[in-house]
């Protein structure tokens, strides 16, 4: 196999997620497993920029540890009982070993030939895509601008995205109604 | 460029009912504000005229008025045929009621919030989306917009702690079974390439002869949005939430959400498993119809025996309701046979409309039975309705008629096409236990009935005020005369096809 800047990157990427993957499940301390998780979820973002979905990637740092990640580690600093813990909370190590290697053998499968199967040939046209346009710099992925347009052409989403609007005003009031404090 | 889409294109007129809906709810929302608190009944009173627009307008198109084209709309995403506008006649009818039913309740309890109806009426809007949905991602859209206003509503009664776990576990355990609805709607996108329910099943047809990692990703699917649903729906085994999340929910939310959530679960069912079966070759479907048996089976008779056990009428109706779902499981099962398809779906739609009026009308009677603070719902409180409160114990008696299928009331019409349909798909053993169960419910519903009759007591009841005599009234002519004259409800269903048109 070829070493191109790809594959070490690849690497990089593969080893960050994985590493500190195990990481979060090993550190004895809760607050240091968030942190590690944050770093899982970005090499799992480096992974979508080398798949060409930058968006995606874009997302996974907003949404994963930009949000969710930031959001438990105020919810773990203000539960001071958890943080102090000396020891590993969690005692199942050999039953979550048995179940991680059969997700392990499921995935390799189940999952890989079907994303041969489906998947292969994209990937294959992306490659001579990717690989024809080292001098062409417009790649044909899709941009934030496809999914917009996606969204609110007659063609697309536009019925799932307006109802989605209604989902969160109706999300946001009721938030509001049942988090308020009665006046009475 | 784009050009912006206009009504007649999008053929959004199809959608009028849901549109208005939505439109008079952001109106009441906007109008709550300047509506002091003390004048909450005009909140209300706005709420049901938006409802009663919808609902005339929902009507209308059900019986044949052409309002928007039949056909898809909002480019595939929504469709709109006679099942939908059923669905829509369902949906809006149970608001109307719930409205009714919520009033004098939260009058009593002193909760003055207005934007409780504006949730009531998003959640059914969900239910009504449910129904005319033809692509899995409005499905799940819908299914939020149902759910969520739901879980919130559940907590209105918020200082009660029977009320906030009520919702707490509604909120938990419905997030969660979300989340299996996703993961089975992406495993679908992932082995078929499409989120369109007729272009899965034209694609199954291929992935049933290919290769065997592709029908493992498909099953999964499928099953995965099956659990979704049919937490939903309340069936065994994902029923676990239905008894807690009824008896702590506020009286009306339960008696709003026992009949909305079902509306709109099975409305999606029957679009996404039956839908198919004119593009399927019928010995692949039996993969599917057999989980469905296996779930109807479970959920009648754990719902119907369990019910037998409880003593507090709020829980056992949550048996009940578990049990009923079983029944609609039946006409489900039932559309898994080729040919039977169009009947189980016309089955379906007048079980619900029967169970709507019959259940939001048994727990009206709760609502006039309870204490404001959540007693006064034993079995035993009941003891002599008859003597104090003559007209109450009546329609009490004619509502649990109803749900256990006595021939005259809606309840029985619903059961006799059910069954007729399980019969006609060949699944007698289904069609049998469904009879027997009905038999054995016919014990713990007779038992309200016995308590109100035949046992001397004084219970206590709430003065009842216009609109629960209103929601009562309602209910009780709609489950009397539904169920001596059906041809309102087969002429409604009559036309009903689950196959999705373009």
Same mark, same amino acid.
């Given at each position: 196999m070829e070493l191109t800047w790809e594959l070490v990157a690849f690497l990089g990427f593969a080893v960050m997620t994985l590493g500190s993957g195990l990481m979060v499940v090993t550190s004895s301390n809760l607050f240091h497993s968030v942190l590690f998780l944050m770093t899982s979820l970005f090499g799992v973002a480096g992974l979508f920029v080398l798949l060409v979905a930058p968006f995606l990637a874009a997302i996974q740092v907003l949404v994963y540890i930009g949000a969710i990640a930031v959001l438990m580690l105020f919810v773990i600093m203000l539960t001071r009982q958890v943080m102090s813990r000396p020891e590993l909370y969690n005692q199942q190590m050999a039953g979550a070993l048995v179940a991680a290697a059969i997700l392990f053998l499921a995935l390799l499968f189940v999952l890989t030939p079907l994303a041969d199967e489906i998947g292969g040939d994209v990937a294959q046209v992306n490659a001579e895509v990717i690989a024809e346009a080292d001098d062409a710099p417009d790649v044909d992925y899709i941009t934030v601008e496809e999914l917009g347009r996606a969204f609110v052409t007659r063609n697309g989403f536009v019925l799932p995205f307006e109802v989605t609007s209604i989902l969160l005003t109706a999300a946001m009031i009721g938030a509001i109604v049942v988090a308020r404090e009665d006046e009475a | 460029m784009f050009e912006v889409p206009v009504f007649d294109?999008?053929?959004? =007129?199809?959608?009028?009912?849901?549109?208005?809906?939505?439109?008079?709810?952001?109106?009441?929302?906007?109008?709550?504000?300047? !509506?002091?608190? #003390?004048?909450?009944?005009?909140?209300?009173?706005?709420?049901?005229?938006?409802?009663?627009?919808?609902?005339?307008?929902?009507?209308?198109?059900?019986? &044949?008025? @052409?309002?928007?084209?039949?056909?898809?709309? $909002?480019? #595939?995403?929504?469709?709109?045929?006679?099942? /939908?506008?059923?669905?829509?006649? !369902?949906?809006?009818?149970?608001? $109307?009621? &719930?409205?009714?039913?919520?009033?004098?309740?939260?009058? +009593?309890? @002193?909760?003055?919030?207005?934007?409780?109806?504006?949730?009531?009426?998003?959640?059914?809007?969900?239910?009504?989306?449910?129904?005319?949905? +033809?692509?899995?991602?409005?499905?799940?859209?819908?299914?939020?917009?149902?759910?969520?206003?739901?879980?919130?509503?559940?907590?209105?009664?918020?200082?009660?702690?029977?009320?906030?776990?009520?919702?707490?576990?509604?909120?938990?355990?419905?997030?969660?079974?979300?989340?299996?609805?996703?993961?089975? !709607? /992406?495993?679908?996108?992932?082995?078929?390439?499409?989120?369109?329910?007729?272009?899965? =099943?034209?694609?199954?047809? @291929? !992935?049933?002869?290919? @290769?065997?990692?592709?029908?493992?990703?498909?099953?999964?699917?499928?099953?995965?949005?099956?659990?979704?649903?049919?937490?939903?729906?309340?069936?065994?085994?994902?029923?676990? =939430?239905?008894?807690?999340?009824?008896?702590?929910?506020?009286?009306?939310?339960?008696?709003?959400?026992?009949? /909305?959530?079902?509306?709109?679960?099975?409305?999606?069912?029957?679009?996404?498993?039956?839908?198919?079966?004119p593009v399927v070759v019928a010995e692949d479907i039996a993969m599917w119809q057999d989980t469905i048996q296996v779930i109807a089976l479970l959920t009648l008779v754990l719902g119907n025996f369990v019910a037998i056990m409880q003593d507090e009428l709020k829980r056992m109706l949550a048996y009940s309701s578990i049990a009923h779902a079983g029944y609609l499981l039946i006409a489900v099962a039932a559309g898994g046979t080729e040919g039977i398809g169009d009947q189980a779906a016309q089955s379906a739609l007048i079980y619900l409309l029967a169970y709507t009026f019959t259940n939001i009308g048994a727990f009206a009677v709760v609502v006039a039975m309870e204490h404001v603070d959540y007693s006064g719902t034993k079995l035993n409180d009941l003891k002599g309705l008859s003597n104090t409160n003559p007209m109450l114990a009546a329609v009490m008696a004619l509502f649990m008629f109803s749900l256990t299928g006595i021939p005259g009331t809606a309840g029985f019409v619903g059961k006799w096409f059910v069954f007729k349909a399980a019969i006609d798909a060949d699944l007698v053993l289904l069609a049998v236990v469904g009879v027997l169960t009905s038999v054995v419910s016919a014990f713990y519903y007779l038992r309200v009935v016995v308590n109100m009759y035949m046992e001397p007591g004084t219970p206590e009841t709430q003065p009842e005020t216009p609109s629960l005599r209103w929601a009562l009234g309602i209910t009780a002519a709609g489950t009397l005369i539904l169920g001596i004259l059906p041809y309102f409800m087969t002429e409604l269903a009559e036309g009903v096809t689950v196959a999705l048109i373009r």
């Open positions: - | 294109d999008l053929n959004a =007129w199809a959608a009028l009912p849901i549109i208005l809906l939505a439109l008079g709810t952001s109106i009441l929302l906007v109008a709550d504000l300047f !509506i002091p608190e #003390d004048r909450k009944r005009l909140t209300a009173s706005l709420a049901l005229g938006g409802v009663t627009v919808s609902l005339v307008v929902a009507m209308l198109q059900a019986l &044949g008025v @052409e309002i928007g084209e039949q056909g898809a709309a $909002f480019a #595939d995403m929504f469709i709109a045929d006679q099942f /939908t506008y059923v669905v829509n006649v !369902i949906a809006l009818s149970s608001a $109307f009621i &719930g409205i009714l039913v919520s009033y004098d309740y939260f009058e +009593r309890a @002193e909760v003055k919030r207005g934007e409780y109806y504006s949730l009531l009426l998003f959640s059914t809007m969900g239910a009504m989306l449910m129904g005319a949905s +033809r692509n899995l991602v409005m499905i799940f859209v819908a299914l939020e917009l149902l759910s969520i206003p739901l879980y919130l509503l559940s907590a209105f009664r918020k200082p009660i702690a029977a009320s906030e776990e009520s919702a707490l576990k509604y909120f938990l355990l419905g997030a969660f079974s979300s989340g299996f609805l996703v993961y089975g !709607i /992406t495993l679908l996108y992932g082995a078929t390439g499409t989120f369109d329910i007729d272009g899965i =099943w034209t694609a199954a047809v @291929e !992935i049933i002869d290919g @290769e065997i990692s592709r029908q493992f990703t498909l099953i999964a699917g499928f099953g995965l949005v099956i659990v979704g649903l049919g937490f939903k729906v309340g069936a065994v085994p994902f029923h676990g =939430w239905q008894p807690d999340v009824y008896q702590g929910a506020p009286t009306p939310v339960t008696a709003f959400m026992s009949v /909305t959530a079902k509306t709109g679960g099975f409305a999606a069912m029957l679009r996404v498993l039956v839908a198919g079966i």
